[in-house]
């Protein structure tokens, strides 16, 4: 809650190791807060968030160690270069090998010419690879991503999508929100769609659908629309 308003509420949902979860909804559904919730960020004011095992209000730090968020717009240190970035998120996260995988993660997020580069000699897309980069360094058990491709060109959109999908398949559940529905149709297993700060829909599409045997056939624009109540909107 925020004063007397609640951004969000009653919603209910779990990631299992392997699975994509797309968080889908218009704007201001609370998409953002929700995320900043499992994030730590916010406390929320019920209900509770487990990570990994961990819950946030009894074992906040295991829960925060097991998980990686990175925010639409990512906040970088100005005066520490990419690999000092990544060296200082290995030593907040204890990871032991860290020379061992910075070469291999700066090739896979294409940086590995810009190792000596601050963030502000870094194209937005590049920012948004380093912010990746730092949240995948520690291999964890969860990986939040809110709208993970701003910035990036056709070739790194394709790029980040495949490392968001080995992720999955090396075991991290991944919850990934985004605004781009033929990226969550590509990548996610499940949907979580979100409107007014409540959960209208959540499972597979084919589940989503069965429930909604009215949606058959529609593409999954069309669902989002109508089940979000913009459909009229965007006629």
């Excluded at 990631?15 to 900043?36: D, F, M, Y």
């Excluded at 999955?168 to 949907?191: D, F, P, Q, W």
């Amino acid at each position: 809650m925020y004063g007397d308003f609640t951004a969000v509420r009653d919603v209910t949902f779990d990631v299992a190791p392997g699975e994509i979860l797309g968080l889908v909804g218009p704007n201001g559904a609370g998409k953002t807060t929700s995320l900043r919730c499992l994030a730590g960020i916010i406390t929320p004011t019920d209900g509770t968030i487990a990570i990994a095992g961990h819950t946030m209000d009894d074992d906040p730090i295991s829960a925060k160690r097991a998980l990686a968020f990175i925010p639409d717009e990512p906040h970088l240190f100005e005066y520490l270069s990419v690999e000092e970035h990544l060296r200082f998120i290995a030593r907040m996260y204890g990871v032991p090998d860290v020379e061992a995988r910075l070469p291999v993660l700066l090739q896979e997020m294409e940086l590995s010419d810009k190792g000596l580069s601050l963030p502000g000699e870094l194209s937005r897309g590049m920012r948004q690879k380093l912010a990746i980069a730092c949240g995948l360094l520690h291999d964890p058990s969860a990986l939040i991503l809110d709208e993970p491709l701003t910035g990036l060109d056709p070739a790194g959109m394709r790029r980040m999508r495949a490392t968001i999908a080995a992720r999955a398949t090396r075991g991290a559940a991944v919850i990934l929100s985004s605004h781009l529905l033929n990226l969550v149709e590509e990548l996610c297993s499940k949907l979580l769609v979100l409107r007014q700060g409540a959960c209208v829909a959540y499972g597979t599409l084919d589940e989503i659908i069965g429930a909604h045997p009215e949606l058959s056939g529609l593409s999954l624009e069309d669902v989002f629309l109508a089940l979000t109540g913009e459909a009229g909107q965007a006629s």
